[in-house]
């Protein structure tokens, strides 16, 4: 079924997602990971393995924002 006018179809969702997903790998330097819980509703994970990752990660989404 055609999806309704000016929404994405799922494909197209997904597809965008994905290169949201790389873009902010890029930006911090690990794998993130977007997990949609609805049609509007989800979640960005951003691991970090010590302190000192997580303050740098901080860094760089302050500076990107």
Known sequence: TPAAAGQPTAAEASNHVKSVEDQLQQ?????????????????????????????????????AA
């Open 27 to 63: 930006l911090l330097g690990v794998a993130v990971t977007i997990k949609l819980s609805g049609k509007e509703k989800g979640k960005i994970v951003i691991p970090f393995s010590n302190n000192d990752e997580f303050e740098r990660i901080l860094r760089q989404l302050r500076r």
